[in-house]
């Protein structure tokens, strides 16, 4: 009782009892949007040939409350639907998806603080649906703290060189790789270059939003 009065449950629009009601649910439609080379170039996104969201915050205004509940609010049982919103998503960005994907990893400390990696329990959740296989080929090797509170240049700066192939890891030539949102794309680019300086050709995005 006592929790329940401190941390009550709250659906996306702050409706009491219900993290999501049915409305909610249905309102979470898939509206993608695909950046490529040239867009991501002009971002100053070097490593990252391709981008496909199952929506952005403008178009899809509930998607920024339904992340911040999956997140922060640690919430995993969200993974599931929007894992399944990024997979149909998937199936316009793509004719024939690569089948190796790779979810963007947290620093322990940060995986260890929420319980879980968003983006791990993401790409198990598209996998599923699109007999893809989910390989950990990154490692992150130091904490960025938190990107959100800083202006573009400082993640770029904050972001770089902080990750690296895990020495078991066998990295193929076309790799997607999975997170939940992507702002600036300066941790996903960094992912993105690390893969290409141990051997893939091309790698790919697949985000749930664009922020």
Known sequence: MLLDLLFPTRSLTGREGEWVTMEELSALHVEPVILRTHRL????LHALDRVVAAGSYDDLPLLRPAIHTFKYRRIGLFAQPLGLLMSEASHRGWTDMPPVLCPVPLHWTRRFQRGFNQADLLARAIAGD???SVVPLLRRTRSTGHQAWRAREER?????GSFTIRSSATVPSSVVLVDDLLT???TMDA???ALKKAGATRVEGLVLALG
Do not use: L, P
Request: one cysteine or more.
């Open 130 to 132: 699109r007999q893809c």
């Open 184 to 186: 600036t794309g300066a």
């Open 156 to 160: 770029f700066r904050a972001i770089e």
């Open 191 to 193: 992912c993105a270059a």
């Open 41 to 44: 170039r002009s971002m100053g």
